[in-house]
């Protein structure tokens, strides 16, 4: 397991935590703590939080995400999974040190019952920081100016609710591949190429700008918040040094499958909840993710199409991939 202790907290620093907490003087004493002491207490509280937030809203939260590497443990945590972890501890940290006025026998029990509030408080507070709405919702203006199109309304929704989010798309300032599956699944149309998306971002960010006061607000600003993305070089000019490789070829094509994969497992829990038969759904979703992508490679040594189309047609394999299917999504 990760070792998310402060280095210098030991079993004393948690008694003494303890000891506070059930004379009801825990809020007391880090408020008028000086800077060495409240980073010790602060260290404290931290110890004893962090596996309550792990156990009851990270691995849950993961496992909704279709993330079951990043539910295992600590270590196994991606990166921007394990900052929303951290995220999360820092936000019910600050909450029991600012809230814990009364007596506290059980300091576990009073925290569990702590930690929704506490992280649902510091998310909305970090998106207000920066000017992104707490909760996206389409206004009614909005949704008149792009002519109550379903794809188009949710779409704005997506782009407010990215707005707020820190973290970034790579080398662009939109996750459009996400967002070409869930316009997929709302309009029923087949997976869109970049250009269609970049023109109903486009549209969606015009609509916006009817209300620049409103525009400048909840999207641009917070927008600012992000880090740039980085320009790539022109393909003619010359490099001075040798591009570093971080990730094999194959290593990259394995990261756009699962991401794929997460998405198709949306997609087709989406259906499902709406009555569709198992494999008709996952047929359906396989072929709109997978087929027709000649940047994908699926099968070592076949051509790819013919061999989606073999697996999806042969009823044992088929049978094999929905009930995989079903597994993970525990249906």
């Not at 003087?25 to 260290?43: E, F, N, V």
């Not at 997929?184 to 700008?209: F, I, Q, S, W, Y």
């Not at 525009?215 to 790539?232: D, F, I, M, S």
Request: hydrophobic share 45%; proline share 8%.
């Amino acid at each position: 397991m990760l070792d998310t202790t402060h280095p210098a907290i030991g079993p004393a620093d948690v008694a003494g935590l303890r000891r506070l907490a059930r004379d009801g003087l825990l809020a007391d004493a880090a408020s008028a703590a000086r800077p060495g002491d409240l980073a010790r207490l602060r260290g404290a509280v931290y110890t004893v939080a962090w596996p309550l937030v792990f156990t009851r809203i990270t691995k849950p939260l993961e496992r909704q995400r279709r993330h079951p590497d990043c539910a295992r443990g600590l270590r196994w945590l991606r990166p921007e999974c394990l900052d929303r972890f951290h995220d999360d501890v820092e936000a019910v940290v600050e909450h029991a040190l600012r809230r814990a006025v009364d007596p506290i026998e059980n300091l576990e029990g009073w925290l569990a019952t702590r930690l929704n509030p506490a992280t649902v408080d510091a998310h909305r507070r970090r998106r207000g920081e920066i000017g992104a709405l707490q909760r996206p919702r389409l206004p009614a203006w909005l949704g008149d100016a792009l002519g109550g199109d379903p794809w188009l309304c949710d779409l704005a929704v997506q782009i407010m609710t990215w707005a707020g989010v820190p973290a970034t798309a790579g080398a662009e300032l939109w996750p459009l591949d996400g967002w070409a599956a869930r316009r997929a699944e709302v309009t029923g149309e087949p997976v869109a190429d970049r250009d269609t998306l970049d023109r109903e971002v486009r549209k969606v960010l015009a609509a916006m700008r009817t209300r620049p006061k409103w525009h400048a607000a909840h999207v641009e600003r917070p927008l600012g918040h992000k880090q740039a993305p980085v320009a790539p070089a022109p393909a003619d000019s010359p490099a001075d040094l040798p591009a570093l490789e971080l990730a094999r070829p194959h290593e990259i094509e394995d990261a756009r499958l699962a991401g794929l994969a997460e998405q198709a497992l949306k997609a087709i829990e989406a259906r499902l909840d709406r009555g569709h038969e198992p494999a008709l759904a996952v047929t359906a979703i396989v072929r709109l993710l997978f087929g027709d992508r000649p940047d994908l490679v699926l099968h070592q040594g076949s051509a790819r199409d013919d061999w989606l189309s073999a697996a999806l047609a042969d009823p044992a394999r088929l049978e094999r991939i929905v009930a995989t299917v079903l597994a993970v999504l525990d249906r």
